[in-house]
Each structure stands twice: as structure tokens, then as C-alpha cells.
């Protein structure tokens, strides 16, 4: 099954739909026709298990669908594999791995090891994003917001840090220093062509879209 499909979540929900409405049915002849009841009910039953089970397995609905990713940490990596720190979060955070701790100064960037290796299954990157709370404290983010990882790439990951604030900041060995989301990937099939399709826009760049009714 093609997790990547953008469709796949609305599939499953109407046909979760679609066995609801079959159940019902079914329940309605059984409960209108009395002829051999009990064991088109335990069919019923039977129909609305393997339903549940195979929404179960492919779709987990409110914990989201989980895809394996295999991770490999480097010799010089401590602590543990990544985790989700709540239910429904989208991101992980990954970790600085330093010998020392590392000082930026006000515009300054560094990249930052992180000790870890991934393989992304195919169809899919990881997203490397800024911690929302580093970077209002402290000001700190990434140069290159969201980093991708693609699917092919086996080295360890670094992240290129910046210091946006005014005062210098110091990371420390085993800081999280930025997040990661895994995303699904559609690649365009480019074709060359005479003209492209006309729209109101047209060829309106940057803030064409904000001037109101100004005349193009």
C-alpha cells in the first residue's frame, strides 16, 4: 500500500464509511427477515471485524500511520533514539553531539553534528525545522529552513545553526538544537512546452496578489 498517496487517508475514511452503511443494511434485513437470524448476524459480526482489523493496519486514524525509518548513530553519538515527545507531534528532536561546547557570535552560523544516519524510505525526506522556543529566546535558527534529507543520502546529518539574535549563544553536547518531520515526496515529470495554460495572474510576481483591484 502506497503510504505516500496524498488520497490515502480520504480512501480509508469513506471506505470505514462505506462498511458502516453495508452494516446497517445488513442489520435492517436481518431485523425485517427472521429466516436463519442468528447466523446471518454472526456474519454481520464476522464482516465488522475484518473491516475494523483492516483499518486498524492501515490506517490508524488519531496516532497517525506510522513508516519505519532505520537509524545509524555515529562512534562519537551518546544518548538515545529520537523520540516523539507528545501524541500527536509532528517533528522529533535531534541533538547537538559535541567534544566542546561551541559559541556563536550575533550573525554568525556553524553546522552542528548530530551523530545520526537515516534511511528514509523511498518516496519520503525529513524535514530539518528550527525549535520554536530556541528561537524566541535566543534568537537561534537555521540558514537553510527546512534542511531536506532525501531518500538516497546515508551520511550523518549536520545542521547549519545561525545565530539571528544579539547576544552570543552557547551550544552545549546533547542540546536540541532543531526538529524533524517526516514528509511524504511527489516528483514533478517536467515536459517541455510552446505556451503554458493562461490564468488571472498571469505573469504578477512578488506582492502582485496584495495590490486590490489594481489594474494588470
Excluded at 523520540?83 to 554568525?108: T, V
Excluded at 518516496?123 to 537561534?140: C, K, T
Aim: hydrophobic residues 35%; negative net charge.
Amino acid at each position: 500500500m502506497d503510504l505516500s498517496n496524498p488520497k490515502f487517508a480520504d480512501r480509508m475514511k469513506h471506505f470505514s464509511h462505506r462498511m458502516e452503511e453495508i452494516a446497517g443494511v445488513v442489520e435492517k434485513f436481518v431485523e425485517n427477515n427472521l429466516i436463519e437470524r442468528d447466523q446471518l448476524d454472526q456474519q454481520v459480526k464476522s464482516l465488522l471485524q475484518n473491516a475494523g482489523n483492516f483499518v486498524r493496519e492501515n490506517w490508524s486514524g488519531r496516532s497517525g500511520t506510522k513508516v519505519k525509518v532505520r537509524v545509524q548513530k555515529s562512534e562519537h553519538f551518546k544518548g538515545e533514539l529520537p523520540q516523539y515527545q507528545s501524541e500527536w507531534a509532528s517533528g522529533f528532536d535531534i541533538r547537538a553531539q559535541l567534544s566542546q561546547p561551541m559559541s556563536l557570535s550575533p550573525g554568525q552560523r556553524a553546522l552542528v553534528p548530530t551523530g545520526l544516519s537515516f534511511e528514509i524510505p523511498p518516496g519520503f525526506e525529513l524535514q530539518v525545522r528550527p525549535r520554536s522556543g530556541w528561537a524566541i529566546r535566543e534568537g537561534v535558527g537555521l540558514v537553510n529552513s527546512p534542511g531536506t534529507i532525501d531518500a538516497d543520502y546515508r551520511g550523518e546529518v549536520k545542521v547549519i545553526v545561525i545565530n539571528w539574535g544579539q547576544e552570543t549563544v552557547t551550544i552545549n553536547d546533547q542540546e536540541r538544537i532543531a526538529q524533524m518531520v517526516l514528509c511524504p515526496v511527489l516528483q514533478a515529470e517536467l515536459e517541455w512546452s510552446e505556451e503554458l495554460t493562461a490564468t488571472a495572474r498571469g505573469e504578477g510576481g512578488f506582492g502582485s496578489t496584495g495590490q486590490g483591484s489594481a489594474s494588470t
